[in-house]
């Protein structure tokens, strides 16, 4: 059995700090993948810590939201 290797906090905290934002504007995972113009599967891998964000993707996110990418940085 493989073991997984462990999240990055850097990548969980910026990941909660997502869907923090989107809730707060009342924005299901599928609107805001629209918006963002990405894959609803991938902001949820994003917001769960399985997946690191590029700086193009999170310039994306922010956008979509529409707020400045430090306010996504934890």
Known sequence: ?????????????????????REEQGLSQEELAARAKLHRTYISLI??????ATLDTMEKIAGALGVPVKKLMP
Not at 1 to 21: E, I, N
């Open 47 to 52: 917001e769960r810590g399985r997946q690191s």
């Open 1 to 21: 059995m493989q073991t997984r290797k462990p999240k990055s906090p850097l990548v969980l905290k910026f990941g909660k700090r997502v869907r923090s934002v």
